[in-house]
């Protein structure tokens, strides 16, 4: 079993429908992330959440919308998508802890396509 | 904010060539630094990571990496390359400044192929 899994690995979706993405760690980590992969970008991060408590959004569009019940399980809710919004998803754990250099871990990612 | 370039969207080497993947960061104080490989249709897998330590970082699959601040740089190398490297290589920062922020910045990504 790989430390963080992913589900669904593949999703389409059309503009009006809503779905989630599911993400599980394994390796006893306080901290979770989702990432964001289209082609020719950089990964950009989306979403922080330190023990369950979201610490970072940067300007992500609301029809993304995070969950984090618990500090194994990460959610990304997804509702009016855009075409632009497909792309790779890349959940992420770490144990965070003082002074940085955490080595954060990848799940092997969702590819949403919006229709 | 920290920062890093990857110097080359796509480096071509023929199997058995050096490999040489460029990262340069920004920042005035040293950061954190990382290596990240990922293969066709899976997550990003670490190479090696910079903490202070030792300027030469040993990793993974034969891959090492320099820090040299003079120079703001972290390249990665492999004295031999091999079909199963072709993949897409990330350099990421962390600001060791910010103990508050986890999350690592990542470069815009090098594929590399590799010629039989």
């Known amino acids: 079993e790989t430390g963080v899994t992913q589900t669904p690995r593949h999703l389409v979706m059309g503009m009006t429908n809503k779905k989630s993405l599911k993400c599980e760690q394994h390796?006893?980590?306080?901290?979770m992330y989702w990432y964001k992969q289209s082609a020719k970008k950089p990964l950009e991060l989306m979403f922080v959440?330190?023990?369950?408590?979201?610490?970072e959004n940067n300007s992500v569009p609301s029809r993304f919308s995070p969950e984090c019940p618990n500090s194994s399980h990460l959610f990304l809710h997804l509702h009016t998508l855009q075409p632009e919004d497909s792309a790779l998803y890349l959940c992420?754990?770490?144990?965070?802890?003082?002074?940085?250099?955490?080595?954060?871990?990848f799940g092997e990612g969702s590819w949403l396509t919006v229709v | 904010a920290q920062s890093v370039t990857q110097l080359g969207s796509h480096v071509s080497v023929s199997e058995g060539a050096l490999v040489l993947l460029r990262c340069n960061y920004s920042s005035s104080v040293p950061p954190y630094l990382f290596w990240y490989v990922q293969y066709p249709n899976q997550g990003l897998q670490l190479l090696l990571k910079?903490?202070?330590?030792?300027?030469l970082v040993k990793g993974i699959n034969g891959f090492e990496a320099e820090f040299k601040k003079s120079e703001t740089s972290f390249h990665l190398t492999k004295p031999s390359a091999h079909m199963s490297d072709a993949a897409e290589y990330f350099c990421a920062v962390s600001d060791r400044r910010d103990t508050g922020r986890r999350a690592l910045t990542f470069g815009s990504g090098t594929r590399l192929q590799v010629q039989p």
């Open positions: 959440y330190n023990f369950k408590e979201q610490t």
């Open positions: 992420a754990s770490s144990q965070a802890g003082t002074g940085g250099g955490n080595t954060i871990y």
């Open positions: 390796l006893g980590h306080n901290a």
């Open positions: 910079y903490t202070s330590a030792a300027t």
